[in-house]
């Protein structure tokens, strides 16, 4: 029998004798509210979504132009990015239907990646899967640059190896420490740690110095196997703005299904009785009640709602208020040519505000920008910013001691440094207006942002709740739960989403079809070593490339005393 049959017997069944889940409130749209939302209302659960903003998808959304020289155009909080280990995210959209389609259908494969400097001369990574050794070769070549000293290839090589073979506690143990700690950054050449160690910055808003070397070493493995992993895309992006490609569609979809979608619609407050949750307080005054009720606000709003009964009562809803958030927002800059660059991302090498980038026009191949704009914008350029502290080369002063137009220029200036390098890519008088992420807001003292990302410090895991709390009635889908994917993304939100609707599922006995979740991919030649590392973990024993680095490391220091 079809599950899904199943799992409507039980639910009808329920009803009946009075048991069984019949409504659910979720509180937050973003990715893993309307995850979550999916799930449920798939499975005949009556669903509400409260949304405070005005349109749904949380930090994906695109925020269309009103007014002004780009009205009709949209703005976005940053470029979407889809690597290949975004399994949750992307089987997700491709239940999504979209036309005589799914949403599935309007990612796009990336062909390259432009690496620019100032310094040196521009490289173009492939993402294309390799085929002969010389094009493995070139796959690594944007972590095992050409210039870096060999001694540190060799290092970093063994490091990768060292995740590689780990057991799931041994790279647990790895969140007590940082990413610069155990790449040994400090005793590596300039060369390794700017082009490796504060990469990342880049990728997850953090520094290497604070950041859990299990997260970012997990990540940089996954990056790395889906360059060569010749049955997926290494890396994907949507063919239109987000909102007109994938989350417009999605709503559609979900209100087809019979969910309620109540958008600029705040939740201030979860009312508990000392057991289990009894409704959401709405800013109105009004209480929304349900049999179940699932979180899935932001880490920076998520204790707001928590009364400190509540938080005492479930200290893993306590502990998210440890938990750390850094600036990574986006600025989209609209110009009358569209720029001759590789099909894919662009990264600034040596840019300090830590800029990577995507031009729009060139894969927009399921959106008509002459038909939603004014006619003299015909390239779009769309930049994420990960370095707020670090002071730029214009203005002399970090991004958030700026005010929004200084941004602007001081984002456009390192761009257009970087970009015509090696001849003119951009000018001046190709751009017409720009559209900065409204989170950013001026005050008095510089800038604050209302939308901050999540960050993975040293240490963080023990903080991160689980999607099922001891809360009978209440689970969170948000990219702080801890998932497989861990780091704060769009993937880490599904994931959680479909956790909390699975716990929904469990508690009430109608989880015959439970929502999917995958652990990270690995290639299987690793398991013999993971599993003899697993026994040497439990013995208290330390990983074998421990001891060859302890030992490297004792030698050199006997010889520079000697």
Not at 20 to 32: H, K, M, N, S
Not at 98 to 112: R, S
Not at 223 to 240: C, F, S, Y
Not at 438 to 455: C, F, K, W
Request: negative net charge; contains cysteine; charged residues 25%.
């Amino acid at each position: 029998i079809d599950p899904k049959v199943l799992d409507r017997l039980a639910l009808e069944i329920g009803q009946l004798v009075g048991i069984g889940v019949q409504v659910g409130i979720v509180v937050g749209g973003g990715v893993g509210g309307l995850t979550a939302a999916q799930e449920l209302v798939e499975r005949d659960v009556d669903v509400t979504v409260f949304e405070a903003n005005e349109r749904p998808g949380g930090k994906a959304r695109s925020m269309p132009i009103a007014e002004g020289p780009l009205a009709g155009l949209h703005g976005e909080h940053g470029f979407r990015f889809f690597p290949a280990y975004y399994s949750h995210v992307i089987e997700t959209m491709e239940r999504i239907p979209d036309g005589e389609g799914t949403v599935a259908d309007n990612l796009v494969t990336t062909d390259a990646t432009l690496i620019a400097s100032i310094e040196e001369a521009d490289r173009i990574a492939t993402t294309d899967q390799p085929e002969t050794p010389r094009e493995w070769i070139q796959t690594l070549q944007p972590a095992f640059a050409e210039d870096l000293p060999r001694r540190d290839v060799r290092f970093l090589l063994e490091r990768l190896l060292y995740l590689a073979t780990a057991c799931e506690a041994r790279r647990e143990d790895l969140d007590e420490i940082s990413w610069w700690e155990f790449i040994d950054a400090d005793n590596r050449s300039q060369e390794f740690r700017d082009r490796l160690a504060y990469a990342v910055q880049s990728l997850v808003a953090l520094r290497p110095q604070q950041g859990s070397a299990r997260t970012i070493g997990t990540i940089y493995l996954q990056l790395l196997l889906g360059q060569i992993d010749p049955t997926q895309p290494a890396e994907q992006v949507l063919n239109a703005p987000t909102s007109e490609a994938w989350i417009d569609p999605w709503v559609r979809y979900l209100r087809e299904q019979g969910c309620r979608i109540k958008t600029a619609t705040a939740v201030e407050e979860l009312a508990f009785d000392g057991t289990r949750i009894t409704g959401v307080r709405l800013s109105d005054g009004s209480l929304a009640t349900a049999d179940e009720y699932v979180l899935a606000v932001p880490v920076e709003v998520a204790p707001q709602l928590l009364s400190a009964e509540l938080r005492e009562h479930a200290p893993a809803l306590g502990a998210i208020s440890r938990l750390d958030t850094a600036w990574m927002n986006g600025i989209q800059f609209y110009l009358t040519a569209d720029p001759d660059l590789p099909p894919g991302h662009q990264v600034y090498a040596d840019a300090p505000w830590a800029l990577t980038s995507v031009s729009q026009r060139q894969i927009w191949d399921g959106f008509d920008l002459d038909a939603h704009g004014p006619t003299e914008v015909k390239g779009v350029l769309s930049v994420i910013a990960s370095d707020w502290d670090t002071p730029g080369v214009h203005h002399e002063k970090p991004a958030r001691a700026c005010t929004r137009e200084e941004v602007a220029e001081e984002i456009w200036i390192q761009v257009t440094r970087h970009l015509n390098s090696e001849g003119t890519r951009l000018t001046d008088d190709m751009l017409v207006d720009w559209f900065l992420d409204p989170a950013l807001v001026e005050t008095d003292n510089g800038l604050t942002n209302r939308s901050p990302l999540l960050i993975n410090t040293v240490g963080a895991l023990k903080h991160r709740p689980p999607a099922d709390v001891a809360v009978p009635n209440l689970t969170l889908a948000s990219d702080y739960v801890r998932t497989n994917s861990d780091l704060a993304s769009m993937e880490s939100a599904n994931e959680a989403g479909r956790r909390a609707a699975n716990a929904i599922l469990d508690r009430h006995g109608i989880g015959a079809s439970r929502a999917t979740i995958w652990e990270l991919s690995e290639p299987s030649l690793f398991e013999p070593f993971k599993r003899q590392d697993r026994i040497r973990h439990r013995l208290g024993l330390p990983h074998p490339a421990a001891v060859t680095q302890s030992l490297r490391s004792v030698a050199g220091r006997l010889r520079g005393s000697a």
